[in-house]
């Protein structure tokens, strides 16, 4: 017949209109600030230092490895120093600056120490360009729980890992 | 019942009563007219306000999406603060363009899109002006329409402009013609031009659309109308895919949504009128007349956004295919049937009528069968050797 073909578009056209109403598959829209999509496992955005009990006990020992290999070069790392200008075995600057920071992951997967991981955060705009998206020390610091919670299935090989390091060698690391 | 219906006409009489008793007697005419010209002052523009916040809702649920929601609640909002961004946008005028041209333009596009809606009736004695010729009325503005959207073109000195302008010219010379012809069998039938006259022949049951040729005029009355303010599938006007916006390219700011504004107001009014002509206009059982009227107005407002959703833009060969070579002969046809089911008893003029127009229709749509090539084979010369 002249004309089916224009009816049966605009059927499913309708058909659409109306189970959008009702279904979930005829409207896949999630509403960003309302509603959010589950974050996948291994998403990853922005680096956080780790830390075991209390801020002061960092992983990090400021190798300055992860700034050798970022590569756009956002990671800054001074060492600190006791009061006989002795390097100790941890940062007294840390910044990374995150409009440079390309979310590569590559910082997490040289560290030899299991001392920086990515996290979850995205929702990271600011108003100023400059200094508030320069993360100092302070800000990247999170607790162990924090990536035991975010990322389970990474947490729980890394701690396997760092047990079965530090099982043998525990005489050798209290003494440092 | 009967003050629901009447409520908006009431309004204005005790309005109108009430200024009685300290203004002059000459003074009253003038408050009359002004009142009404008032009314339809506010409604057009808010009409077609949402008129976009529905259109963009329909269309997003038709594409699996919400459309607007943020501005209030359920994005009712949402057109002012699109009259609030339109107004704010800066106004460029191209250096070459005809200045006064360029301006005049936008602004008497609104002006017959307003003035339509003047012989609409919204209901039961519900008309600003019952002109014994509203129909002829309604289809000498609607086709100066043309002009403004042509001078627009061509005071852009845009080349998109100018392509649009013509298109939409050649458009609605062809479109004119059947949508003329199609109201011609309800004139013939009422044997009137105004629109209260023609709503009134349809009482009860009786609208024309239920008739042979009611059917068929309908149809072609409404498509012609789609065509005829330029929306999807016959937008040729400003086909954006081709020629960027056609006649509103050099447009910006409250200019473009002027623009707009006549296209959706000419909607709404196309809507009414054809629901005025064959869908019984505000006939109808238990609910108020005005009511009647916008539901089977806001049906077809919302088939026209169906559309938009459903359909490509036509090629220009097919639109205007589709005016000269399909609808054109169709009405002729419905015209000549709604002068025999007049003189006709009711059972025989029902079946002659029906049985000619399904005839013409299959003998138009043989005629109009698209002209495919036969398949040629090429046979290699030296094939055989």
Same mark, same amino acid.
């Given at each position: 017949?002249?004309?089916?073909?224009?009816?049966?578009?605009?059927?499913?056209?309708?058909?659409?209109?109306?189970?959008?109403?009702?279904?979930?598959?005829?409207?896949?829209?999630?509403?960003?600030?309302?509603?959010?999509?589950?974050?996948?496992?291994?998403?990853?955005?922005?680096?956080?230092?780790?830390?075991?009990?209390?801020?002061?006990?960092?992983?990090?020992?400021?190798?300055?490895?992860?700034?050798?290999?970022?590569?756009?070069?956002?990671?800054?790392?001074?060492?600190?120093?006791?009061?006989?200008?002795?390097?100790?075995?941890?940062?007294?600057?840390?910044?990374?600056?995150?409009?440079?920071?390309?979310?590569?992951?590559?910082?997490?997967?040289?560290?030899?120490?299991?001392?920086?991981?990515?996290?979850?955060?995205?929702?990271?705009?600011?108003?100023?360009?400059?200094?508030?998206?320069?993360?100092?020390?302070?800000?990247?610091?999170?607790?162990?729980?924090?990536?035991?919670?975010?990322?389970?299935?990474?947490?729980?090989?890394?701690?396997?890992?760092?047990?079965?390091?530090?099982?043998?060698?525990?005489?050798?690391?209290?003494?440092? | 019942?009967?003050?629901?219906?009447?409520?908006?006409?009431?309004?204005?009489?005790?309005?109108?009563?009430?200024?009685?008793?300290?203004?002059?007697?000459?003074?009253?005419?003038?408050?009359?007219?002004?009142?009404?010209?008032?009314?339809?002052?506010?409604?057009?523009?808010?009409?077609?306000?949402?008129?976009?916040?529905?259109?963009?809702?329909?269309?997003?649920?038709?594409?699996?999406?919400?459309?607007? *929601?943020?501005?209030?609640?359920?994005?009712?909002?949402?057109?002012?603060?699109?009259?609030?961004?339109?107004?704010?946008?800066?106004?460029?005028?191209? /250096?070459?363009?005809?200045?006064?041209?360029?301006?005049?333009?936008?602004?008497?596009?609104?002006?017959?899109?307003?003035?339509?809606?003047?012989?609409?009736?919204?209901?039961?004695?519900?008309?600003?002006?019952?002109? %014994?010729?509203?129909?002829?009325?309604?289809?000498?503005? %609607?086709? /100066?329409?043309?002009?403004?959207?042509?001078?627009?073109?061509?005071?852009?000195? *845009?080349?998109?402009?100018?392509?649009?302008?013509?298109?939409?010219?050649?458009?609605?010379?062809?479109?004119?013609?059947?949508?003329?012809? %199609?109201?011609?069998?309800?004139?013939?039938?009422?044997?009137?031009?105004?629109?209260? @006259?023609?709503?009134? !022949?349809? %009482?009860?049951?009786? $609208?024309?659309?239920?008739?042979?040729?009611?059917?068929?005029?309908?149809?072609?009355?409404?498509?012609?109308?789609?065509?005829?303010? *330029?929306? @999807?599938?016959?937008?040729?006007?400003?086909?954006?895919?081709?020629?960027?916006?056609?006649?509103? /390219?050099?447009?910006?700011?409250?200019?473009?949504?002027?623009?707009?504004?006549?296209?959706?107001?000419?909607?709404?009014?196309?809507?009414?009128?054809? !629901?005025?002509?064959?869908?019984?206009?505000?006939?109808?059982?238990?609910?108020?007349?005005?009511? $009647?009227?916008?539901?089977?107005?806001?049906?077809?407002?919302?088939?026209?956004?169906?559309?938009?959703? /459903?359909?490509?833009?036509?090629?220009?060969?097919?639109?205007?295919?589709?005016? $000269?070579?399909?609808?054109?002969?169709? !009405?002729?046809?419905?015209?000549?049937?709604?002068?025999?089911?007049? *003189?006709?008893? @009711?059972?025989?003029?029902?079946?002659?009528?029906?049985?000619?127009?399904?005839?013409?229709?299959?003998?138009?749509? $043989? !005629?109009?069968?698209?002209?495919?090539?036969?398949?040629?084979?090429?046979?290699?010369?030296?094939?055989?050797?």
């Amino acid at each position: 017949m002249f004309g089916w073909g224009v009816i049966k578009g605009m059927l499913v056209t309708l058909k659409n209109f109306i189970l959008s109403y009702f279904t979930k598959e005829r409207l896949t829209t999630v509403q960003y600030p309302e509603e959010r999509l589950p974050v996948k496992e291994r998403f990853r955005n922005f680096p956080f230092l780790i830390y075991d009990n209390k801020p002061e006990d960092l992983r990090c020992v400021s190798c300055d490895i992860c700034a050798k290999e970022c590569p756009p070069k956002c990671i800054t790392i001074v060492r600190d120093s006791d009061e006989q200008g002795k390097p100790l075995k941890r940062p007294k600057v840390f910044d990374i600056d995150f409009s440079i920071c390309m979310n590569c992951g590559i910082c997490e997967e040289v560290c030899p120490f299991d001392a920086i991981f990515m996290d979850h955060e995205f929702e990271l705009a600011k108003f100023g360009r400059f200094e508030d998206l320069n993360y100092r020390k302070e800000d990247l610091l999170k607790p162990a729980e924090h990536f035991a919670k975010i990322r389970p299935q990474d947490a729980a090989r890394i701690e396997a890992k760092r047990r079965a390091k530090a099982q043998p060698a525990t005489p050798e690391t209290k003494t440092q | 019942m009967e003050t629901i219906d009447q409520v908006f006409v009431l309004a204005k009489r005790s309005l109108m009563t009430w200024a009685q008793s300290f203004l002059p007697e000459w003074s009253t005419i003038i408050l009359s007219i002004l009142i009404s010209v008032t009314a339809i002052a506010v409604f057009g523009p808010v009409t077609m306000m949402y008129l976009t916040l529905l259109e963009r809702k329909l269309v997003g649920r038709i594409q699996n999406r919400y459309g607007p *929601n943020r501005v209030g609640f359920w994005g009712l909002l949402q057109p002012i603060a699109d009259g609030v961004k339109m107004l704010t946008k800066e106004d460029i005028v191209p /250096t070459n363009a005809d200045k006064f041209a360029h301006f005049l333009a936008p602004v008497v596009i609104v002006i017959p899109a307003l003035l339509i809606f003047s012989v609409i009736p919204f209901g039961r004695g519900m008309i600003a002006v019952d002109l %014994s010729i509203g129909i002829l009325f309604f289809l000498a503005l %609607s086709s /100066t329409t043309t002009i403004w959207i042509f001078v627009a073109a061509w005071a852009s000195r *845009n080349k998109f402009s100018l392509l649009g302008g013509m298109r939409s010219v050649a458009q609605m010379i062809s479109y004119e013609i059947p949508m003329v012809l %199609s109201i011609v069998p309800v004139l013939l039938v009422v044997g009137s031009f105004s629109t209260v @006259t023609i709503v009134e !022949a349809q %009482s009860g049951w009786n $609208w024309f659309v239920f008739t042979p040729w009611g059917v068929v005029g309908f149809l072609i009355f409404f498509l012609t109308g789609v065509a005829e303010v *330029n929306r @999807t599938p016959f937008d040729l006007a400003e086909g954006e895919s081709e020629i960027v916006a056609g006649f509103h /390219t050099e447009y910006s700011g409250m200019k473009f949504a002027l623009f707009y504004m006549a296209e959706f107001m000419n909607t709404f009014s196309i809507s009414a009128i054809v !629901a005025t002509m064959y869908l019984g206009g505000w006939q109808g059982p238990w609910l108020p007349s005005w009511v $009647w009227f916008f539901i089977k107005t806001y049906a077809l407002i919302f088939v026209m956004m169906w559309f938009r959703g /459903t359909f490509p833009r036509l090629r220009v060969d097919q639109l205007m295919g589709f005016a $000269w070579k399909f609808l054109l002969p169709l !009405a002729l046809v419905n015209l000549l049937v709604a002068g025999i089911w007049t *003189n006709l008893s @009711t059972p025989k003029n029902n079946i002659v009528s029906l049985i000619i127009l399904v005839v013409t229709f299959n003998l138009l749509y $043989w !005629a109009n069968r698209p002209e495919m090539p036969k398949k040629r084979t090429y046979r290699y010369a030296y094939a055989d050797e």
